[in-house]
T-cell receptor, first 108, second 115 residues
Framework: GQNIDQPTEMTATEGAIVQINCTYQ??????LFWYQQHAGEAPTFLSY????GLEEKGRFSSFLSRSKGYSYLLLKELQMKDSASYLC?????????FGTGTRLKVLA | DTGVSQDPRHKITKRGQNVTFRCDPI?????LYWYRQTLGQGPEFLTY????????KSRLLSDRFSAERPKGSFSTLEIQRTEQGDSAMYLC?????????????FGPGTRLTVT
């Protein structure tokens, strides 16, 4: 079967670093995505990993270990506007499976 | 604006009625996806089109849900005999044909309320 697990909620302080973990089980794997979704809005793309290792993009980095079925999203220098849900998604062929999302609250 | 557009943005209907939603993807994107999202959940995959061909669909689309993309451009999602459990946000997304880039661009969604 296919399953994605990520924490439901996390809280962090403005200026801090936070790591959001995602574990997955899938019958086929063609990449892992992270999306950001603010309340009431559509998801927006953050990162894509298909090979093991770390992908860095500004304040955001994403890591993948295919052998462990594990990824994390690292957010540095947190800002209030980073308060949102962060969705982990994997794709095999054409189908995308999303996790339930991690709701991140950034406190001043 | 060249983003993904969806129409209508909100739809209120009575149980048992049929509804149809429209999605216009980004013009050069040949891949189109439909998702359903309820509060506190991630998007749930419904179906995928590559050009006009429907290549993948959830078991949900074997019953009251159907989707079309007749000319490989816009797509429609129809829900027949709506039920209260169908109340959700229906999201459309598109992606570029370059296989190195699987990034999906989401539309603003259609919020369906079934009373």
């Amino acid at each position: 079967g296919q399953n994605i697990d990520q924490p439901t909620e996390m809280t962090a302080t403005e200026g801090a670093i936070v790591q959001i973990n995602c574990t997955y089980q899938t019958s086929g794997f063609n990449g892992l995505f992270w999306y950001q979704q603010h309340a009431g809005e559509a998801p927006t793309f953050l990162s894509y990993n298909v090979l093991d290792g770390l992908e860095e993009k500004g304040r955001f980095s994403s890591f993948l270990s295919r052998s462990k079925g594990y990824s994390y999203l690292l957010l540095k220098e947190l800002q209030m506007k980073d308060s949102a849900s962060y969705l982990c998604a994997v794709t095999g062929t054409y189908k995308y499976i999303f996790g339930t999302g991690t709701r991140l609250k950034v406190l001043a | 604006d060249t983003g993904v557009s969806q129409d209508p943005r909100h739809k209120i209907t009575k149980r048992g009625q049929n509804v149809t939603f429209r999605c216009d993807p980004i013009s050069e994107h040949n891949r189109l996806y439909w998702y359903r999202q309820t509060l506190g959940q991630g998007p749930e995959f419904l179906t995928y089109f590559q050009n006009e061909a429907q290549l993948e669909k959830s078991r949900l689309l074997s019953d009251r849900f159907s989707a079309e993309r007749p000319k490989g451009s816009f797509s429609t999602l129809e829900i027949q005999r709506t039920e209260q459990g169908d109340s959700a946000m229906y999201l459309c997304a598109s992606s570029h044909p370059d296989r190195a880039t699987y990034e999906q661009y989401f539309g603003p969604g259609t919020r369906l309320t079934v009373t």
